[in-house]
């Protein structure tokens, strides 16, 4: 590996910089070599709990191989997602091995390092392409399984959205999971809704409808005499629905 590219911080201790989807990454065992991971692919575990969090700083890039007939997905980290995972991996080595990453990131912006490391997949490699397939495979499964899961959810949703895309009180109590008596209690009490008498139906108040939370269309019932009453029917927006349900359960008031 002639034309691999160090920073010699520290002769006993060098990294590999690599680039990447056009910056500067760390290879997920590399990295955890230089933390002393006994074994330097359980790093790949501590990567894949923590990837919401790691994908804060930017997409992580892949690459995939088929070693001894196993498929096997690499995470190339850029510098905040390294000294994330540095700092999650709480080894021995961290404190250390973050100042070096910090160092060599720095080292590499300035043009301290050449950047002649850049080795790109080669694509004509059958190995290298069978990986490539078998991880977007890999990947449409996993899709699949997350659409599979969430259909009955959405058909749900759908079954209980009206044409006009409001909800009423209890089927929006049925979308957020609790029980129709406990919204209303809810919304009374946050200054959602009010009666302008007792046993009067329930009616939004208009901060809540100038926002797109809720409605009040009028409906039209027919009496036993078969006259016609015009009445008002409380409804929540989808917007409203999703604010309620950050503010029920997301502890927000």
Known sequence: MNNSTYLPIN???????????????????????KLGFVRTRDVRKL??????????FGRCATVAHVIKGNNVTEYWLNEEQALLIATLSNTEKSSQVRYMLIKLFVAWRRGEIKQS?????????????LGVLTHLKDENERKDN?????APKAKALDGLKRSDGLFGL???AKMLEVRPKDLTDYLRKHDWVYRRAPGAPLLPYQEKIKKGFMDCPAITIQRPDGTEKILPSTKITP??????REQIHGGVQ
């Open 47 to 56: 990567i894949t709990r923590n990837m919401q969090e790691i994908e804060r």
């Open 146 to 150: 997350i659409i599979a899961k969430l």
């Open 117 to 129: 490391y850049v080795q790109s997949i080669d694509y004509s490699s059958p190995a290298v392409m």
């Open 239 to 244: 917007k409203g629905l999703a604010c309620l």
């Open 11 to 33: 002769k006993d201790k060098l990294i590999k910089l690599r680039e990447v989807e056009n910056e500067p990454r760390v290879r997920d065992v590399d990295l955890a070599e």
């Open 170 to 172: 209890i089927e929006a």
